[in-house]
């Protein structure tokens, strides 16, 4: 377990950090590419290279006691110049539209959602928020950790906004079912409305944690069969258990 640390690649695997990586290496790649071109047109050391980037004026300077293609530098000078201007713009777009988008705080929000699951132990992992997942995660005592993984953005939303851990992605991958610590989880639960995805996350839950027990929701009685040759430790079968009921209440 890790702790109150997090690991390296929480702050590296986010989507808006994705997003800033690539106006940040446009202003990196025409940095580089300025410095190396002023040295080559202009003979000029690193040191150099860099102040005329900083400031272009000490070009001309340069040229009145030195021979050199004066005119093809600072025609690369201007080049580069408005290379670093629009990849500032860039820089300047991407955070404003994060900032206002509200990505900043979704970023801030699913990191320390991450960091909480790290500190969990036996807890119950809910792969799906529908009307089943949303009923088991209900059921459970209060004292019980549990941690949603759904797809759907709405009810992504909505698990968050009842108080539960959720993360987004598709429970049939090994690394989201890991970012839910099933390593570390007491019972997984394939709640969504579809037996072959939960069918799927059996077959992936017991090779990342064969200890782990695993409920899985299905359709009919062939499932049933093959989610529990998959694995699983118990099936339900949602239609079967509310006929009987039915039948116990008339």
Known sequence: MSGARLPLGAFVDRPLLRRMLRPVGGFATVVVAGVLGFSTLGGVGVVDALFWLLDPTSIELHFQTHEGPATLVKAYAIVVLSGLVVAGLWIGETLVSATFGGRIQAELRQMQIERSI???????????????????????????????????????????????????????????????????????????????????????????????????????SMHESIALRAGADEVVIPEVVSGQQVSTHL
């Open 118 to 220: 790290d500190e969990l132990d036996d807890h119950v992992v809910v792969c799906g928020y529908g009307t089943f997942g949303k009923t088991v995660c209900a059921g459970l005592d209060e004292d019980r950790d549990v941690v949603v993984i759904e797809r759907q953005e709405t009810q992504y939303d909505r698990a968050i906004d009842d108080g539960y851990l959720a993360l987004t992605g598709d429970a049939r991958r090994e690394e989201v079912l890991e970012a839910a610590g099933i390593d570390r989880a007491e019972t997984v639960v394939g709640a969504i409305d579809d037996a072959d995805t939960n069918i799927q996350i059996t077959i992936t839950g017991c090779q990342l944690a064969p200890g782990v027990d695993i409920v899985v929701r299905a359709g009919d």
